[in-house]
């Protein structure tokens, strides 16, 4: 089967020059590319007056769930997205021992939902996982990071303490099995439980085992906030004693007080490339961010899993120590009401219909309803959802958002959570960089964008033949109208599709035709 794109704008990921000409593929491969003149082909796209670039590339998903269990993966597949990377934040599916499916769903579920449809009891490996997408014949390409939290949860359980050494190997055996399984590299989020109960070096020696394969340490630091230059020295100083390549997790600072921390950031980054440590990042295009609400609660609640942080919403005095470390910090610790306030904190996603009512609300109007005080209305609603709702905050300014997207470490990202009334970024983050910050504000150029959406990700990933528009490489393709692409979604009404994009095709096959999903869903699991 040959499909010609002819007449297009052809930006092809690099960060070339764009320029006028056609692009043949042959089944799912890209056999030409250029102005070809008169070619046969099966079938014909007249991209005149579109953009032809490389399908994009997510570097920070949280479909892990849904792929297996809505495998188009519609919001994605709808914004030019053909490729994620999942296994997020340190903290997944797998690797996953039996004896903690049940603590671990409930852990997980704030982050990236849950399912009774999912045979969890099937899924202990990596090698596993990957398998399962594979039978759920997922609508778009995906990739795996073995996360940091489900490896220590393997050798040691789910306390906040240190490793023994024998429990260190252990991670570092488990971490070399689920590379050979075909992971990308590892992810921490050392602020979710159990990694933010681990210290450096146990980090450091997970890294050297991902390292050797050419892995890439992909981090949601220990602090966004207050502590974030000590946090980024952290990271930066993993990355010197291990050898890995570092990339950080939604870069960005949280809260006011913090926003004069953003030269030595910059600073921070540089002087770390300059030494020959390997650094990105990636951003999604939003001055709010999103999370799990138990993010709210101190450290040493969650001490032990979700199980016993529910013990402990059942405690008055605990909860009085919550509300107390929560309005007077604990150093170290990204105190989300601190940097956005109770009444910048939003609920998007529960799971007991009962609490639906709160979705959409802050946590001043939270209390409201309820006719409770806001903490222990939430507090009821943690415990009532089992630590299983989803949230968004406020964090920062524009002019952050457009600084970071500008430098050249930065690539585009959803990081969306699927569940609920989402953050908008789900359906529209790629979008909405082309259409708000390259047409618009013209912060950037659209060969600089794209290179950012597709070459550049796929260079930090190590995806091979994946995000250039190159003969030989996988025909991952979108074809927009540079005039309109736009996101639509908001805060009020986040699930809505783009507008501006016409086609996307996924290893050569038309997934997206005249903006209308074809049903074909031909995605593939792509390993190290």
Known sequence: MKT???NGFIVDGSAAPGYYGDLLIENDKIVSVGKLGDVEADR???AEGHVIAPGFIDTHSHSDIQILTDPEVLPKVM???????LGQDGISLVPLPQQYIQPWRKNLAGLDGD???IHWEDLATTEDYLRAIEEAKPG????YLVPHGNIRMEAMGLDNR???EEEIQKMKEITRREMESGALGVSTGLIYMPCAYSGM???VEICKEAAEYDGVFVVHQRSEADDIINSMKEVIEIGRQSGIKVHWSHFKVCGKPNWSKIDRQVELLKEAKAEGIYVSFDQYPYVAGSTMLGVILPPWAHDGGTDKLLKRLEDPELRIKMIYDIEHGIPGWDNFVDFAGLDGIYVTSVKNKKNEDVIGLNLIQIGELRGKDPYHAVFDLLYEEENAVGMYDYYGKEEHVIRFMTMPEQNVCTDGLLGGKPHPRVYGSFPRVLGKYVREQKALSLEEAVRKMTGKPAE???LKERGLLKEGYFADICIFNRDTIIDKGDFTNPAQYPEGIDYVLINGQIVINHGKHTGFRVGRVLKR
């Not at 778009?140 to 990739?143: D, E, F, I, K, R």
């Open 4 to 6: 010609l794109l002819k």
């Open 44 to 46: 014909v796209i007249d």
């Open 79 to 85: 914004q030019g997205i053909t490729t994620e990377v």
């Open 115 to 117: 399912s009774d449809d």
């Open 140 to 143: 778009l390409n995906a990739c």
């Open 162 to 164: 240190e490793p023994t």
């Open 201 to 203: 070096n146990e980090v």
């Open 460 to 462: 930090v990933f190590g």
